[in-house]
């Protein structure tokens, strides 16, 4: 089934004027205070869930609105392309990466528990894989989940966590198998944060993304009963394989979605901005660059549009993901540098989203997997069979 098919055209038009009304009200007017309180305020999930902009495609059984992956990424881009990346990317986690862990992983209890409340923005979802000494290589997990009688207890530590602060449940990554090599021994469990034992460490100061809590958090023999086991036991990391193409691709959308909004922008300040008596649009390397950097903007739109296909029709593999994160994440950066320079010293300053837009993309060839390790993954499917 291509669910494209079933998102219509003024379907389309529909939600993003409802988000558009919705940053003109909730979210512009105090964006940049969030940015300076490095947080923003928990209230806003629930907004967020009530104007039903948050795990658009869950099913209605479980409290969503039905839709498909198509509307959670015209989401994704509509709070992306004006410059709200701190939002767009903390929703991201929330609704394109938690959610479907639950939904296509959990248990019937786990998705009547938990998917409602995540729907209304009443559970905030975070998931917790990086450690310390385990970042691009998840051999390094040292958090343990130890069973006692017909309860599982957790002990370790994490760090970088997206959502930290707000979560009301964190998918826990943690060794089951103390002797199964390398990966293999890794579980996943859904703990809430309200568990005796469960601390949320600071709240990290960032280059970027400044208004989205990124936090340490730690488990001091966290409590929690086996029906919190996530998919099958010592089969952690294979389930988190099967979801890295989704999560992937949700940060390769929003990447052409900040080079979109960000040549927008340039467009518009280029046109205006005069110099030796003419605007800056006239300056035959503003017309070049501006050239090249749409042209590089429309290539990785096609590819990305390819990719929606590939995964609405259960068939992008993990490879051509890795691809569309590497080119979408590493042109992004590029552009909005390029976008940044043709500002002048006004790209510079706090007051012109380019500056926070340019802060913003740096994480993005970093988390969700580095360049380097996309690189590796596209490599070994070409050579190594
Ligand atoms: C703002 C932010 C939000 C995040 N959110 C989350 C979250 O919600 N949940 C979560 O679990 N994690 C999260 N992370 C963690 C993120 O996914 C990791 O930072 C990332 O995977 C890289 O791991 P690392 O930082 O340990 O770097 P390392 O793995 O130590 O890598 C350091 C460098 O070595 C390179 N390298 C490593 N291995 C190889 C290799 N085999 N070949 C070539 N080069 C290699 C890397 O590419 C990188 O350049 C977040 C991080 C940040 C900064």
């Avoid at 296509?104 to 938990?114: D, R």
């Avoid at 309860?151 to 002797?179: C, L, Y």
């Avoid at 590939?310 to 068939?315: I, K, R, S, W």
Wanted: proline share 4%; with cysteine; aromatic share 8%.
């Amino acid at each position: 089934m291509n669910a494209i098919a079933e998102f219509s055209q003024e379907e389309r038009q529909v939600l993003s004027d409802m988000v558009r009304r919705f940053i003109e009200s909730e979210v512009a007017p105090h964006y940049e205070q969030w940015e300076r309180d490095e947080i923003m305020p928990r209230g806003i999930w629930n907004k967020l869930g009530e104007a039903g902009f948050l795990c658009a495609d869950i099913p209605v059984e479980y409290g969503g609105a039905g839709g498909n992956f198509d509307m959670c990424m015209l989401l994704n881009e509509e709070f992306i392309r004006p410059g709200y990346g701190s939002l767009g990317g903390n929703m991201g986690v929330h609704s394109d990466i938690v959610a479907p862990y639950i939904l296509n992983h959990g248990t019937e209890e786990q998705k009547q528990h938990y998917l409602p409340k995540m729907v209304s923005g009443d559970c905030v979802g975070a998931i917790a894989m990086t450690e310390p000494g385990a970042g691009s290589d998840l051999q390094g997990v040292r958090t343990t989940a130890k069973k006692d009688g017909d309860e599982w207890v957790i002990n370790g530590s994490k760090t970088f966590i997206t959502n930290g602060q707000h979560a009301g449940m964190v998918i826990t990554v943690a060794r089951t198998d103390p002797d199964a090599p390398g990966s293999r021994g890794l579980s996943l469990f859904l703990v809430d944060t309200d568990k005796p034992g469960f601390s949320r460490g600071r709240n990290l100061e960032k280059l970027g993304l400044h208004a989205a809590d990124t936090s340490e958090l730690f488990y001091e023999d966290v409590r929690v009963p086996e029906s919190a086991l996530l998919g099958e036991l010592n089969k952690g990391f294979i389930i988190l394989m099967t979801e890295l193409p989704r999560e992937r691709l949700s940060l390769a959308v929003g990447a052409v979605a900040a080079m979109q909004g960000a040549l927008g922008m340039t467009a518009d300040y280029v046109n205006e901005r005069q110099a030796f008596g003419a605007p800056l649009s006239k300056l035959q390397n503003t017309r070049f660059r501006m050239a090249d950097m749409q042209t590089e903007y429309r290539l990785n739109r096609a590819f990305i549009n390819e990719c929606m296909e590939l995964f609405n029709t259960g068939a992008l593999d993990a490879p051509t993901a890795s691809m569309a994160k590497l080119a979408t994440t590493e042109a992004q950066c590029r552009v909005v540098d390029g976008c940044l320079q043709l500002f002048g010293g006004y790209g510079y300053m706090k007051e012109y989203p380019i500056s926070r837009m340019y802060a913003d993309a740096r994480i993005q060839r970093i988390y969700g997997g580095t360049s380097e390790i996309m690189r590796e993954l596209v490599a070994r499917a070409v050579l190594d069979g």
